[in-house]
């Protein structure tokens, strides 16, 4: 089964074809990182929304296929930039609609705890994070072995002070990625850092947690309106407004 795999849940935009295989693991075919600058010069492409489709077309034809090759779409529905996760699911969620398609959303988290999977110690407990801004990283926590994933706690955005605590209930815990070089002065010599190049979520590894799910799926229109992000916490527009818009709400 040949996925398409995304992840914009940073400005790391990550874009995968890949094909999932019964009983084996994924073979990826070809794939592609593109980093956002996080203030684009005039004129630029600028964020994922400018570069997504391009990256797209450019693996499709490095390979000689075309959209219509795609048996599946496979995302990382986050946490991560709200904005980068709106543009990343809805682009994928369209081409998945119109091609009538089956499509997946995992956490980008788990997908960063899978990568990092042959740099861990046997049963260590990985601890991905990524720059939730506003003195905060998203967290996960998870064991990782045999290609799969395991969450040992529930995902949250959390204050340093607040990580150390929580990982202190989780006795041999490792961080790694981007949220670990963002806060590095509040968490070394506080939290282990693991030894790995695995900064932010890869295509690759969502669609290697989302291959079982898709394998000999078909089309489901209800389970693809359902997909949303996963977003830890609210987004201003919640905070701002907790009864939403319309008739009888706060504004």
Same mark, same amino acid.
């Given at each position: 089964?040949?996925? =398409? =795999? +995304?992840?914009?849940?940073?400005?790391? +935009?990550s874009v995968a074809l890949v094909d999932v295989l019964p009983g084996a693991a994924p073979r990826v075919r070809c794939e592609r990182t593109e980093h956002a600058p996080a203030r684009p010069a005039p004129g630029a492409t600028g964020g994922h929304g400018g570069r997504l489709p391009g990256a797209l077309v450019a693996l499709l034809d490095a390979e000689g296929l075309r959209l219509a090759d795609v048996e599946g779409f496979a995302i990382g529905i986050g946490p991560g930039s709200f904005t980068g996760l709106r543009i990343g699911? &809805?682009?994928?969620k369209g081409l998945a609609y119109a091609n009538r398609?089956?499509?997946?959303? @995992?956490s980008s988290l788990a997908a960063m705890a899978l990568a990092a999977e042959a740099d861990a110690r046997p049963g260590e407990v990985l601890v991905p994070?990524?720059?939730a801004k506003k003195g905060e990283v998203y967290a996960g926590f998870y064991r990782a072995a045999g290609g799969a994933v395991e969450a040992v706690l529930p995902e949250a955005a959390l204050p340093p002070a607040a990580l150390l605590e929580? @990982?202190?209930? @989780?006795?041999?815990?490792? &961080?790694?990625g981007e949220g670990y070089a963002a806060y590095a002065a509040a968490l070394e010599g506080h939290l282990a850092r693991l030894a790995t190049a695995i900064a932010a979520p890869t295509a &690759? =590894? @969502?669609a290697a947690l989302a291959g079982p799910r898709l394998a000999g799926a078909s089309f489901d229109p209800q389970a693809l309106f359902a997909l949303e992000p996963h977003y830890v916490r609210p987004s201003e527009a919640e905070l701002k407004f907790p009864k939403g818009l319309g008739p009888g709400a706060d504004r």
């Open positions: 089964m040949l996925v =398409a =795999a +995304l992840d914009t849940a940073t400005l790391t +935009l699911l &809805a682009t994928w398609r089956p499509i997946a959303g @995992v994070l990524l720059d929580r @990982v202190a209930t @989780v006795p041999g815990a490792a &961080a790694f &690759a =590894a @969502v």
